[in-house]
């Protein structure tokens, strides 16, 4: 681990002041020494001990006033400040009753001293899985070399990787919670270095690999997240979510689905459904969602769903069974709303 300075920052804007304007924006200059925002630190002293990240300064933003509040209400929907912890989320009533599914997510995510100390903007900030991608001695694709160690027909290690949208990058997103906060049309609040706030779609807010191997996520080194905010349900909106792991609860996801519907009875009107650990960015399938839109919810139509939602997937040599995998928890997660 290198040497670096610590600075606490006092506010957002303080925080973003520390940054120099000369450090390079591209993602994955790993070697270069510059300004890194710190929050939880779980997956940010991850990097910096396993020598990918060499920050001169790593600035403290965990205790930044005001950015570690959750607010509901009915008409508004639910606001939660980047600074909030996993637990806090999972322990919040308000949360279980209007946007189950989210509980549901962080009740699954990570371990119980984990989510006290992970916070939600970091969560959702993390850098992607893939033992390749996040090893100091593989120049992968994605830090800018020329190959994918783990596409390599023979050699490759890559039954937890990527099935869909894979063609450019096989890692999968590390935050099974964004696959709930994506059913939910949630949105990320972004303010730069100039004190101006944008506000972002989670569909918009991830990168894939395809439209930008240097990227993950639409951040600048001059930005901060502020805030995830989700609108106020429907009265007649359902939701669930299921993930499955190779070993204890807490383990990374192989898969994850959440599903969010308005129903009529027991027809489905309209339908989010959000896979994780299926791409390398947290995947809407627009293909389930048409699927089951205007159809009663059935064991039948929940079924053609999910087989719909894998008829793109492109599984590697050895995570074919992924696809099973999928079908199964998004059929369950499907009929889990009725």
Known sequence: MNKFSWYEAKSVEDA???????????????????????????DVFDWVKEGLLQPEKIVNIRNIPGLDKISYDQKKGL????????????????????????????????????????????????????????????????????????????????????????????????????????????????????????????????????????????????????????????????SAYIKEVARESYDWSLADVAVVVEVSGNTCRKASIVLGAAAPVPYRSLEAQQAIENKIINNDNAVAAAKAAMAIAKPLAKNGYKVPMFTSIIEQAILQTT
């Open 16 to 42: 973003l002041q520390q940054v120099n304007s000369t450090v390079s924006e591209e993602l994955y200059q790993h070697t270069n020494k510059a300004t890194v925002f710190k929050s939880g630190g779980i």
């Open 79 to 238: 606001s939660i400040g980047s600074n909030v912890t996993l637990e806090e989320i999972a322990s919040n009533p308000e949360i279980k009753n209007n946007y189950l599914a989210l509980h549901q997510a962080v009740n699954h995510a990570s371990t119980p001293q984990l989510r006290n100390i992970s916070t939600l903007g970091g969560n959702i900030a993390q850098h992607n899985r893939c033992w390749y991608f996040r090893s100091v001695d593989h120049q992968c694709r994605r830090k800018g070399g020329d190959r994918c160690f783990a596409r390599h027909s023979e050699t490759g290690e890559n039954e937890n990787h990527a099935i869909i949208d894979n063609s450019s990058c096989v890692s999968v997103h590390a935050s099974s919670i964004s696959t709930a906060l994506m059913a939910f049309n949630a949105s990320v609040v972004i303010i730069n270095s100039e004190g101006e706030k944008k506000i972002v779609s989670m569909d918009d807010f991830f990168v894939s690999p395809a439209k930008d191997i240097g990227m993950e996520n639409i951040l600048t080194a001059k930005e901060l997240i502020t805030e995830i905010i989700l609108p106020a349900p429907s009265k007649n909106s359902r």
